[in-house]
């Protein structure tokens, strides 16, 4: 049996899709400490540094004082704390909805929310480019999934259309797309979602902390946040802890307490993640110079990167992928930029389509003006060996 675990690695290894985990020491700061090697870091969604925030670090050790380290069961079974109902409302808010249900984690969030949502004789309506967990939401999900080319409203059109009568329309979107930076076309979504009586969910990971009033999100960035039925989102990204929400209405929370079976069977978040949520959401509102900070500096790099002719495009926010194309020059790039100081992950299939693989380089508002004038000059010494 071992032996077939062997061949895979080295089918993946022969492939360039082997993956492995790197040793860090220390915390998700703009300086790491990676394998052994200091390195710039420009590969974390600790997009405002909130990961290391004192305030954050403080509510989190308070918790443990006051509420111990582990939660017992689930919310259903060892009963609700307080500190969910302070996230929630806060998190309610934020969002501009009625309500708000935290989840475990972004993954889970997605792969509980779409089966309760949608079932046999629905149809789910999927971007082409949507992240894992949704993709496995949709497997998950006993509807019929339509995958729709990416940000394509024209093919989302005709797809609803057509759609069988009767069953549940959800159309699934990310509003920053989480590897390749660029924005979903929300605001045509929501009219053919409502000329068609479809629901919308949105994945708001990579737009949480970023974008729209107080970092709430694409969705209040347009004014859109009422005529979307579920706004996802995650703590672990911009809001530097750990976790998931869904902002909904109060109908669909009470819904979801009793049909989404990864927040059913699923142990509590602990204290600690709980009061880090809530502290890092006051942050959104009590330091707006961190985002301005953030827009500075992915500003400043996508200038930088399309000085030295790196297409980026697409992207319209702290994600910047530049796109290798094969997945072994991709890592032997990322490979030479960690020798001169500069982490940048390598991003390969099945994280990203055939021949596409990217290094996905992410701004964060902790970033100095010099670690963005390193980063730009080893991209730029790197190039030129290639
Ligand atoms: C768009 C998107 N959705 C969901 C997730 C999953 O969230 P979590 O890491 O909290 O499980 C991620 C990344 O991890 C993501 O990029």
Redesign the pocket.
């Known amino acids: 049996m071992s032996d077939a675990f062997t061949e895979a690695i080295d089918a993946l290894k022969r492939g360039d899709l082997y993956r492995r985990l790197r040793r860090v020491d220390g915390d998700q700061g703009p300086e790491i400490v990676l394998d052994g090697r200091k390195a710039l870091n420009f590969s974390s969604n600790n997009y405002l540094g909130l990961a290391t925030h004192p305030v954050l670090k403080k509510a989190a050790q308070d918790a443990v004082e006051r509420y111990g380290c582990g939660s017992g069961a689930s919310r259903l079974i060892s009963g609700n704390m307080v500190l969910y109902e302070e996230l929630e409302a806060k998190i309610a808010k934020l969002k501009s909805a009625a309500a708000a249900l935290v989840l475990n984690?972004?993954?889970?969030a997605?792969v509980g929310i779409m089966p309760a949502l949608a079932g046999e004789g629905d149809t789910i309506f999927s971007d082409a480019l949507n992240?894992a967990?949704?993709i496995d939401g949709c497997r998950l999900a006993r509807a019929k999934t339509v995958v729709y080319p990416h940000c394509d409203v024209g093919y989302l059109n005709d797809a609803l259309k057509s759609a069988p009568q009767g069953g549940r329309k959800l159309i699934v979107t990310?509003t920053i797309f989480?590897m390749d930076g660029d924005e979903a076309p929300l605001a045509d979504i929501v009219a053919v979602a409502e000329r068609h009586g479809a629901l919308i969910m949105i994945?708001e990971?990579?737009a949480t902390g970023v974008f729209g009033p107080n970092g709430a999100g694409v969705a209040a960035q347009l004014g859109l946040a009422e005529r979307i039925a579920v706004q996802m989102g995650?703590l672990?990204k911009a809001l530097g802890g750990f976790g998931?929400y869904v902002g909904c209405s109060a109908a669909l929370r009470e819904f979801l307490i009793n049909r989404c079976r990864s927040f059913i069977f699923a142990t509590a978040l602990p204290p600690a993640v709980l009061a880090a949520g809530s502290a890092a959401v006051d942050l959104l509102y009590n330091e707006p110079q961190r985002r301005l900070a953030l827009w500075h500096n992915i500003r400043a790099l996508r200038e930088g990167f399309r000085a030295l002719g790196f297409s980026i495009d697409a992207s319209e926010s702290q994600i910047l992928p530049l796109v290798i194309g094969d997945a072994g020059k991709c890592m032997a790039f990322a490979e030479l930029l960690l020798e001169k100081g500069i982490f940048v992950q390598g991003i390969r299939p099945p994280t990203v389509p055939e021949g596409t693989s990217r290094l996905r380089v992410t701004a964060m508002a902790t970033h100095t003006h010099e670690h963005l004038r390193r980063a730009l000059d080893a991209f730029e010494h790197v190039r030129k060996q290639f």
């Open positions: 984690s972004g993954y889970q997605n992240h967990s949704i990310e989480s994945d990971a990579h995650t672990g998931a």
